[in-house]
């Protein structure tokens, strides 16, 4: 497995030294996030998130299937990373990296332990049938911050997602397929979004927000906050590195929660976007007898 | 409910019969294992937690690279100028009150060995030991809540047996809340050193620091918590995480002490002997 | 809970009755300390066992030294805010302030104006002369690797080692084609630190005729046995004694990383020629292929008996805190001599473990 170049030590302390100015390679402020761009896809459940450099795409699909046996009121519900050679010849495909590791770790704890999505919901036959729902993240090109990347591609797709309506009639399931009933949306409970900040200096006193892929790996320690609009944390960690202030990490989530509300509006304004896209005049539309220009 | 709140609010006792800022009984020796370079063994109530570590010494065969820093600290090998710290966690079975076995891919434990590792790697003097790998291995053999926490202590024990140069002890300790996370409710209380059924029903973090200072080492929480709450909850872990570096620390000093008696350590200068000659 | 889990059981305390067998002035032991490594600063890695002179001491009371609790310092304790001292290992200085704070637990040492700590254990860190018994771990393309119990494994080039024909042989490219038939993986060799480099690796050479392969006889490593810090550090490091019940001669060699290596004494046909008056240029030319050899020669059941009673001894030694040298090893095999004659299986007894130990242990310190 070929090993990434590292940079070199005169990289190094260019980019300590032009932080330690409050100066950003690419000219951001310490705490400004990329471009970041949310595109979904034909199909319902697909979202491309574009932050800087950095692309994750994410589908979001459905299947019917056994619930698991300790958990007969509950549906499934499964979050797949797939860091490939695609983003970088140091990940390999079913090798999982320790970068992997924790980036699945940190959107499991993100999105399915804090109950984003309603897995009761899920439930068709208690006991017998159930949806699972499975979100495949791919990271396409990796430029650093996978993580808030990746996250914002799994919420958006899971909102953008409909699974298709299904009916029951005296112990008899029926799943219609989407042509001849519209799909529904999930049951979605809140959107966590996740803020990584990074560490910089002896003392880990500078604190940067969505750092480039070089900046990662200068950085000495990082942090990744996960909250809602509501000011809800769903979880924090900060999986050692060089000591930071108590305080110091206080102002962090603070500022995090103002990014993750811009993130919310965004993604809102995005479904809306695409919704309408879709819509096309809705009913009356459908009845129009004129043809298009 | 761990905290069942009539009576609570009543004598302020939690269902072990501890206050709030109460940590639970701690028991730790170093040097538990002879072939060891250095070894310890720690309980924090029923949490009961054994390590031995070995180095440093001449790392393995090569692992494949890991791309990505990480979170800075224990990556890039040998080769960088610096010791590596590698961290192996084996869950027993019998660990939890259901017997489950714990794979050796799981990412659980694979997420709280890199946590222990790069906790370590921040605090030891790994440039003094260039080529090298130091092996920490983990046996958690009891769980009752404060896991990451206990195998954080029982590492830094097993370092500072071995030898090994640091800036400061790495202590950790838990601490939650008793607000529920939608509620705004002014009146909840911080907690100090969470059980296992505390972990399960309250909001709840394990923090680590380094040494006597009020730097956060390792700061995880996995559970809903309002943001208003971190300030309390961080605060009193902090504390508590204080309070179990002066554990530690007499644990340590205890050691010495009666190693120096038997005689197998010299007895070195007395600090206030130092006077000019 | 289904299970109890119980706390492991500390070592029993040695010599419990000797705890007041301190010394009393904090100087002389600090000046004990000094003069028992020669003088210099005591680094790390080096962790003496209890001096000889407290060996001798009886059961007399003394009074606790004062301060003995504050005797060692821990991790991230402030040594001493005074900015005359320089720091030397085991200290670092906290960033931005001139204390002095200690890196490992330990006890303070003071040299002139050096301040270090030294830790309660280490590893062994090579030092330029140390006699070391290493074994052989990678072979590579001019030199082998040798582990001697530090960080880093050693290494010892081909153009460190006697090459037979004569000392002064030049070395060829068969010698590197052939570097398997000097030292394979596993042999074990007993060698002088010539140089370190900057990181704090051996480089090792075997150019006298008292280094090389070691053979006829069983390795033990004092370190990792619960030792203070396995080294051992004498005036002799490589003797040859005469073993009881007819044993014949038995070299021991201790290395100063806590290896150590007991063998039959075979007379080599360098020395024979040496003690024959033989000039050094005869004795260059004599250096035989047989140094290289892993063939052991014919060990008597005799002679093997009083090696494996020789390890047991030092093993005791350890296990029970005593101090592993020369005189120690010497005493404590007479004292073990006549512990197997008293004992019902006569001579054949050399099982030294447990309460055995802990009897011999404590007939050396009270002798």
């Keep these: 497995m070929p090993r990434e170049a590292e940079p070199s030590l005169n990289e190094k302390q260019f980019v300590i030294q032009a932080l330690q100015e409050n100066l950003r390679l690419d000219g951001r402020e310490l705490d400004q996030y990329r471009p970041l761009e949310l595109t979904f896809g034909d199909q319902y459940g697909v979202a491309d998130v574009t932050l800087g450099n950095t692309r994750i795409l994410a589908k979001a699909t459905a299947e019917v299937t056994v619930p698991y046996a300790d958990r007969p009121l509950d549906g499934i519900f499964t979050i797949a990373t797939e860091l490939s050679p695609m983003t970088s010849p140091a990940f390999e495909v079913n090798r999982p990296t320790e970068t992997e590791v924790l980036l699945s770790r940190l959107l499991e704890k993100t999105v399915r332990r804090s109950g984003a999505l309603d897995t009761e919901s899920l439930c068709l036959v208690a006991g017998q049938k159930c949806w699972s729902v499975r979100v495949d993240v791919h990271a396409l090109s990796h430029d650093g911050n996978l993580t808030d990347a990746a996250c914002l591609a799994v919420v958006a797709a899971l909102r953008h997602f409909r699974k298709p309506d299904t009916s029951m009639e005296g112990g008899r399931l029926t799943v219609y397929t989407p042509a001849e009933r519209e799909p529904v949306p999930l049951s979605w409970l809140h959107s966590p979004f996740c803020v990584t900040w990074s560490f910089f200096g002896d003392e880990g006193e500078l604190a940067v927000l969505d750092a480039t892929w070089l900046e990662e790996q200068v950085r000495v320690g990082s942090c990744t906050i996960s909250l809602n609009k509501h000011g809800e944390i769903c979880q924090i960690a900060k999986l050692g590195g060089t000591p930071v202030d108590a305080v110091a990490l206080l102002q962090c989530t603070n500022v995090a929660l103002t990014k993750v509300k811009e993130f919310s509006d965004l993604v809102d304004q995005k479904l809306a976007e695409d919704l309408k896209r879709r819509d096309k005049g809705g009913f009356m539309a459908e009845l129009r007898a004129e043809n298009d220009r | ?171 950790a300790c838990t601490a939650g809340s008793t607000s529920t996370y939608a509620a705004n409710d002014e009146g909840a209380d911080p907690l100090l050193d969470l059980n296992h059924q505390e972990e399960q029903e309250l909001p709840g973090l394990t923090v680590a620091t380094l040494g006597e200072s009020d730097r956060v080492a390792v700061l995880v929480c996995e559970s809903r918590v309002q943001v208003s709450r971190l300030e309390g909850m961080l605060a009193v872990g902090v504390d508590g995480c204080k309070q179990m570096r002066e554990i530690l620390d007499r644990v340590v000093r205890d050691k010495g002490r009666r190693m120096i008696q038997e005689g197998t350590v010299e007895k070195g200068v007395g600090l206030d002997d130092m006077d000019v000659d | 809970m289904p299970i109890t889990i119980l706390p492991p059981r ?159 042989r030049k070395r060829t490219e068969t010698d590197e084609l052939q570097i398997r038939t000097f030292f394979a993986e596993g042999d074990l060799v007993v060698a002088e630190v010539q140089q370190l480099f900057g990181d704090g690796g051996a480089v090792l050479h075997t150019r006298s005729l008292k280094y090389g392969k070691l053979r006829n006889g069983v390795f033990v490593a004092v370190s990792g046995m619960g030792g203070g810090g396995g080294v051992v550090r004498s005036r002799r490091q490589v003797w040859t004694m005469d073993a009881a019940n007819g044993g014949g001669q038995v070299d021991v060699v201790l290395g100063v990383n806590g290896y150590v290596w007991i063998s039959k004494h075979v007379e080599t046909p360098e020395a024979e020629a040496t003690a024959a008056g033989g000039s050094i240029t005869n004795m260059e030319e004599s250096l035989s292929a047989t140094v290289y050899s892993s063939q052991n020669d014919r060990i008597e059941v005799e002679t093997m008996r009083e090696i494996a009673r020789l390890r047991g001894v030092v093993m005791a030694l350890v296990e029970n805190g005593l101090r592993v040298d020369e005189e120690m090893v010497i005493k404590g095999y007479h004292e073990a001599v006549e512990m197997a004659m008293v004992s019902p299986e006569g001579p054949d007894d050399i099982y030294l473990g447990g309460e055995k130990g802990q009897q011999l242990a404590a007939a050396l310190t009270g002798a």
């Excluded at chain 3, 309660?120 to 001019?142: C, H, I, K, N, S």
């Excluded at chain 3, 530090?150 to 080039?157: D, I, N, V, Y």
């Design chain 2, 1 to 171: 409910m761990p905290l069942d709140t009539s009576t609570y609010n009543l004598a302020l006792l939690r269902v072990d019969g501890r206050r709030w800022n109460e940590l639970r009984r701690v028991h730790a020796q170093i040097r538990t294992q002879a072939a060891a370079d250095g070894s310890s063994y720690l309980e924090m109530g029923h949490t009961k937690v054994m390590c031995v570590v070995t180095g440093p010494s001449e790392p393995g065969p090569r692992r494949g690279g890991v791309a990505g820093g990480g979170s800075g600290g224990a990556g890039a090998g040998g080769a960088g100028g610096k010791a590596e710290v590698v961290v192996g966690i084996v869950i027993a079975g019998f660990s939890s009150v259901d017997r489950k076995r714990h794979g050796r891919g799981d990412k659980r434990t694979l997420e709280l060995a890199s946590t222990v590792a790069n906790a370590l790697a921040a605090s030891l003097h790994t440039h003094l030991f260039p080529h090298s790998q130091i092996n920490v291995s983990l046996h958690v053999l009891s769980q009752d809540g404060s896991l990451l926490a206990a195998l954080i202590n029982a590492a830094t024990l097993a370092c500072v047996d071995a030898g090994i140069p640091m800036t400061d002890y790495v202590a």
């Design chain 3, 10 to 168: 500390s070592s029993r305390p040695i010599n419990s009755n000797n705890n007041s067998r301190l010394p009393q002035e904090d100087a002389s032991s600090s000046e004990e300390s000094d003069s028992d490594s020669g003088g210099g600063v005591d680094l790390d890695g080096d962790v003496p066992m209890r001096p000889r002179q407290q060996v001798r001491t009886t059961f007399q009371a003394r009074p606790p030294p004062r301060d003995l609790a504050s005797a060692v310092v821990t991790p991230g304790e402030v040594i001493t805010d005074d900015p005359q001292w320089m720091r030397g290992h085991g200290t670092y200085v906290a960033p931005q302030t001139t204390a002095i704070v200690s890196s490992v637990a330990g006890t303070v040492t003071r040299t002139n104006k050096l301040l270090s700590v030294r830790p309660l254990r280490a590893r062994y860190t090579p030092e330029v002369g140390d006699l070391v018994v290493g074994r052989v771990v990678e072979v590579q393309a001019r030199r082998w690797r040798v582990d001697v119990g530090s960080t880093q494994l050693a290494a010892l080039p081909l153009s460190a080692i006697n090459l037979p024909g004569g000392i002064l």
